[in-house]
């Protein structure tokens, strides 16, 4: 099996459009959320969301070409290029039949959908649709698009478990380059599902936080007031190489990835397993397959959504895990400053691990007022502050509606 390592980052968020920017808002506790200004949300129960802010895709792609992609492809697009130049990969000396892509999202292309079917209502007797409805939609061409505009000519798909999609990009992607299929894969996720129906959808199902008075506080994971998630987007890309081939051309390497789990709850359609066994399972699985003892993990970047039964569900599975360790362990959830990105949900996760990898740093989960006597407060969840501390193995989960449940384990690289 070849070693796999991290040496590009990229990252559009709401709390931050590149990874120096990202980096600041987790170490300061930023909260991306806002009132909606993509549509007039005045009638819906949720009036916020964590918008990516002041980003104008046409700074870095020409407009004839980005009106033929959705936002979430955009955000695809832009994040894979910042990482693409982190990494210094020269593509142009580089056997492309041994490059790839492995993208994810949740939904796709939401907003696409959205328009087509509003103006299909407009021209109702006349059916007129866009030409790129199809290619603009479907999840699997983003990993496409990327793949044209490197060349890259190795392994190319895109990925789908709701939120824990690019979490399995991650790790599938871990996985095709230790077994040789691959010298470098380009993967990730993004998501742009802030519209009308996103934020009708999650809401009929009660979802999301209806704090519409104090939308910055309104993702509260582990709180006692905790009442729902915040819906964000963005995009997070990562560059993989074997170690061999990231050596060979002198690459500065962040972290390396050590192992990657997959479980199903097996339990509900959304809900997650009370007793959280699957998300015990895949945890354990990732720490396994990494080959170092349970007691070895410092960090744990948790789903942690702020849902009532979620957050208290994965806690359970974290203590019955780690036993006495849990308690020598940092537990953060980023989404209380982002909030929750779906399908790229994992990836900016991930990178959060990363950059607390290599800055030293635990970022905290904010939000926090009142402890919630059904979860063990002895426990450190990094509250409201980000914390120092060296950290040499992080693990990230992400779990997803269907009870897909995803965990990947980086180190540090000495």
Not at 56 to 67: D, G, T
Not at 383 to 403: D, P, V, W
């Amino acid at each position: 099996m070849k070693r796999v390592v991290v040496t590009g980052l990229g990252a559009i968020t709401p709390i931050g459009n590149n990874i120096k920017a990202y980096t600041e808002g987790l170490k300061n506790g930023v909260s991306g959320a806002v009132p909606i200004t993509r549509f007039d949300a005045s009638k819906f129960k949720t009036q916020f969301a964590c918008e990516v802010k002041g980003f104008n895709v046409e700074e870095f792609i020409h407009r004839r070409e980005a009106r033929r992609m959705d936002p979430f492809s955009h955000l695809a697009m832009v994040s894979v290029a910042e990482a693409v130049e982190m990494s210094g990969l020269d593509f142009e000396n580089f056997n492309l039949d041994r490059g790839g892509v492995i993208w994810a999202s949740g939904i796709g292309g939401f907003d696409t959908l959205e328009t087509e079917i509003s103006q299909e209502a407009v021209n109702e007797g006349n059916p007129r649709y866009n030409p790129f409805l199809i290619p603009k939609l479907i999840i699997d061409i983003a990993s496409g698009l990327i793949s044209m505009k490197y060349g890259l000519r190795g392994v190319n798909y895109g990925v789908v478990s709701a939120c824990a999609s690019s979490t399995h990009a991650i790790s599938l992607a871990f996985d095709n380059i230790r077994l040789g299929r691959a010298e470098v894969i380009i993967t990730g996720g993004s998501e742009a599902a802030i519209c009308k129906t996103g934020i009708g959808g999650f809401g009929a199902m009660k979802a999301l936080s209806t704090r519409n008075d104090d939308p910055k506080t309104a993702s509260r994971p582990f709180d006692a007031d905790r009442e729902g998630f915040v819906l964000g987007e963005g995009g997070g890309a990562l560059i993989l190489e074997s170690y061999e081939h990231a050596k060979a051309r002198g690459a500065n390497i962040l972290a390396e990835v050590m192992g990657g789990g997959a479980t199903a709850d097996a339990h509900h359609m959304t809900a997650p397993h009370p007793e959280g066994i699957g998300a015990m399972n895949v945890m354990k699985n990732a720490v396994n397959e990494s080959g170092i003892n349970l007691d070895e993990v410092d960090y744990v970047n948790v789903h942690g959504t702020s849902t009532p039964l979620g957050d208290k569900a994965e806690v359970k599975a974290i203590q019955k895990l780690f036993g006495d360790h849990s308690y020598k362990l940092n537990i953060s959830s980023t989404k209380s400053m982002t909030g929750h990105l779906l399908g790229a949900a994992g990836a900016i996760e991930a990178i959060a691990c990363i950059i607390g990898i290599t800055d030293n740093f635990i970022p905290p989960t904010i939000n926090h007022f009142t402890d919630d006597p059904e979860i063990d407060n002895k426990l450190n969840f990094t509250f409201n502050e980000a914390q120092e501390r060296k950290i040499k193995y992080a693990l990230s989960n992400t779990f997803g509606f269907g009870g897909h449940n995803a965990s990947i384990l980086f180190r540090r690289f000495d």
